[in-house]
């Protein structure tokens, strides 16, 4: 049975080098994306099944990818950040993350 698609969109090469051997293990395909615009842009052509997403990316913060996706999008969202304030965990839930 295939698990489906994972979108991680996370511009630490350290953490995708963790995740994706990790997914893949357990039968995810996954697709990556450093910048927030590639990871919008592949969420839409390849509409995957969940999404993983850092708060802290280069290009955009992570809440704006968050209500980008939230207008077109019901894919399940997690936040992975090194964030440990409970606003910006709040402030996520209530972007529309999982």
Do not use: Y
């Amino acid at each position: 049975m295939d698990p489906g698609t994972v979108l991680v969109i996370e511009d630490e090469l350290p953490i995708r080098r963790f995740l994706k051997p990790s997914l893949q293990s357990e039968g995810f395909k996954v697709l990556e994306a450093v910048k927030a615009e590639e990871g919008l842009a592949l969420a839409s052509s390849h509409n995957p099944d969940i999404i993983l997403l850092d708060l802290g990316l280069p290009d955009m913060d992570g809440l704006e990818v968050v209500k980008r996706l939230r207008e077109w999008a019901a894919t399940p969202i997690i936040i992975i950040t090194a964030r440990g304030k409970e606003k910006d965990k709040i402030a996520g839930l209530d972007a529309g993350g999982d």
